[in-house]
DNA sequence: CTGTTAGCGCCTTCAA
DNA sequence: TTGAAGGCGCTAACAG
């Protein structure tokens, strides 16, 4: 019968069952000090036919290490977020942490209440996905964090912390170098605020790429401010009934790419015969899209690798005060079926 | 500068700067006992201006709770379970609790050291969605857990534990009726192991639906034993490549269903016109695709909340010892376009 | 090698 | 209404 029937028994019934006293216990368990194999096993003995599980409060209290990681994401329901999450989870769990999940859903004061929380639980680190906006005002808080922070994907401007990001402008780059090759002169962009350094990066990085191609990206082609899919989803219909429509369109994140989607099936468009479409971040399941999207992917093995094994660093009090440590990976450019020449000019 | 430069302040430290004892702190913080306003204004500027936060496991050790659940989820790369993830949080964060989440990606040992890690955190309640295969010697130790336990999505036989599911054979027959009713006659199923309950039951409710209409469903047409994607994708291959074709298709969950759908494009066979699809599982991202899917949901949110509130009524010793409590919630047809008549006969 | 002991930070009697 | 003291379970320092 499950329930709180049962209690758990402390060091000290295995130390009456196995006759020996509460140190030898927790030295037998812990392979620390010495003790001999025959009080070792005595010992182990006990605890399995107790049941005994050390309890983690109060070891914490003791040692001062809970051994348990912070994973704030700003929102959980981005495919790359969860993504990282995954592979978070799974290296945290290998490297002996546990790990708690907080979702912000891209509100700051949610994060903020996830933040005072992991803050009393006295986790050893903790991974930030920070939320997009009104994160100004809290950066003194971070700044002040008593455990060791690594900012992920996003960095925060004027905050002096581990950080591990792709870099965003060379994610346009690819996308707008790909497009030039396959000989686009007329394409478009849809993408969330120009203040978001991570959207703006991308957009430069695009608009550069052009440019070393001789071409200028039209203005009348950039749609900004998409902030979810339903505004990505009108401004691209607005692009597409445009007299002259682009050739190809690239779309700056996950959500946004599947408002571009939508419209370009809404508007029977054959991609990629009469449009191309681009997109950076892969999304599930895109391999029973036909054609498959072309995409720039983020590395998020990568990221999450360097992000718990940076925390881990200092955590483990390697790395010292030497200043903040940028983490930057390349993006890699994955190109399947959703991107070909444009069409011949009728 | 971030890093553990600074140490967090103890109640001891907030209790010298306001200038009074440490019970009065703990009072005054906690709402707990009588503290004049005066008092409790003053408490409350000091512990702000040292940036106190309690030390959870101390308060825990003292307290025996920690405000943590475990949620244990079988695999996080499922769909499903990861809505399931998101709706949890929410709620539980909601209700003043933390999550620590842990992935054991199908494999029974990864389980079993997160469920002994959850154990010695001593959390408050834990959430099961348990491991498909070798769960049988486990049961008695899940049976013999001190902390509430709520199996989510899957029951285990043997286990008398609290449950919220899907009522399985329903979701079967949902889909089964839906393809009577548009008049096929030749269909076939994907699914995993008859050995599994929730596939058992599918099939049966299946095929219950069949007979219903006069249907005996055709032994060579259910693929049994898929276990992935590529495996479904595989037999689906097979079906379709059958002299008398079926002219409609269930996938019993997610993973199967894209190995469906691959199949049935490289077979380059229009939806719904050559072949219906519906699956059991919404897919994310199915919005995009054309046609839409037809499925058979779970309700995802409701079934949240109903192992959440359950939980919490056992932790809070609600629902006293009088046996386990057994949600089943009823999963719901949502017809989309890639169900339709079947061809009419050459 | 093994045992004894102090104390981590907090909350909850109990006394003033 | 406020303060003093004990102890939750564990580990580390020290004694034997």
Redesign the interface.
Known sequence: ????????PTIREVARLAGVSVATVSKALNDSGKVSEALRERVETAARTL?Y??????R??RSGA?R?LGLLVAD??N?FF?KL??HI??LA?AAGY??????S?EESE?EE??L??L????VDGILLIPVRDRWRGRIGA????????VLVDRMLEGL???SVTIDNRMAGYLAGEHLIRLGHRRVAIVMGSPEHPIARHRLDGFREALATGGIALDEQLIARNCFNEEAAYRSVLALLDRAERPTAILATNNHLT?GL??AV?DRALAIPDALSVIAVDD???S????PGLTVVMQPSAAIAEAAISGLLD?IG?RNP?DGARAVVLEPRLAVRGSTAAPPSRA
Chains 1, 2 share one sequence.
């Open positions: 019968m499950a329930g709180p029937g049962t209690v758990m049941g599980a050390p309890h983690a409060s109060a914490s209290l809970t348990i959980i329901t495919p969860l999450v995954e989870e799974q769990s546990s790990v708690i999940l907080c979702n859903g949610r209440r996830h005072r929380m803050l009393s639980q006295r971070l700044a002040r964090l008593p455990q060791p922070l002096e912390a581990d599947l989607l939508r099936t999304l599930p399941f391999a029973i899209m036909r200092r009090g005060e």
